[in-house]
């Protein structure tokens, strides 16, 4: 199975927003709601940021939101802060009962 | 609050078998899927398999003839076993939980710390 297509470094300002992408196939993200989007710190284990494309875990801002259109998922972080520096990383079910992961996104806030 | 925690070797021999295991504490292994995925240093993460709590598993095509996962639902744990290892599995190895809604798996909301497993000799 091929890793899902995202691009490896995105940037913003404090308090614009940014939008990463996740492009797979219809065997993976355009088949199923089963996209998850994870944000992960250095040295530190990833952390679920949205589930079934578009739904928040508790505890999670608002400023972070999913979306998905076809074969391609999309992270949307509204308001960009420092904190939000980070790599963030895509992730589907497939058509052949696995899971596959997105290269990452390394996001800069400037 | 569920906790999960990995445990094992920190360094393998090359050709050996990479073992691994992931302790469950704060809520039950029963009625979950759980997964192991790694990172390679300085690399992204990858999905290596999943294994239910009744013991029905699944794993990454490119690993599938090496990865071997097993579930203790009287100890709360489950575990990794990757054989023949060579360089190119050296990797931080974490565990993770589903977040599974009514029978539905959508993402894994309880991860491990994280331990790193080098191959070298």
């Known amino acids: 199975q091929s890793a899902l297509t995202q691009p490896a470094s995105v940037s913003g300002s404090p308090g614009q927003s940014i939008t990463i992408s996740c492009t797979g196939t219809?065997?993976?993200?355009?088949?199923?709601?089963?996209v998850s989007w994870y944000q992960q710190h250095p040295d530190k284990a990833p952390k679920l940021m949205i589930y079934?494309?578009?739904n928040r875990p508790s505890g999670v801002s608002n400023r972070f939101s999913g979306t998905k259109s076809g074969n391609t998922a999309s992270l949307t972080i509204s308001g960009l802060q420092a904190e939000d520096e980070a790599d963030y990383y895509c992730n589907s079910f497939t058509s052949i009962s696995t899971w596959v992961f997105g290269g990452g996104t390394k996001l800069t806030v400037l | 609050q569920v906790q999960l925690q990995e445990s094992g070797p920190g360094l393998v021999k090359p050709s050996e078998t990479l073992s691994l295991t992931c302790t469950v504490s704060g809520g039950s292994i029963s009625g979950y899927y759980w997964s192991w995925i790694r990172q390679p240093p300085g690399k992204g993460l990858e999905w290596i398999g999943f294994i239910h709590y009744s013991g029905t598993t699944n794993y990454n095509p490119s690993l599938k003839s090496r990865v071997t996962m097993s579930v203790d639902t009287s100890k709360n744990q489950f575990s990794l076993n990757l054989n023949s290892v060579t360089a190119a599995d050296t990797a931080v190895y974490y565990c993770a939980r589903y977040l599974t809604v009514s029978g539905y798996s959508y993402g894994l909301d309880y991860w491990g710390q994280g331990t790193l497993v080098t191959v070298s000799s």
């Open positions: 219809s065997s993976d993200v355009g088949g199923y709601d089963s």
């Open positions: 079934g494309v578009s």
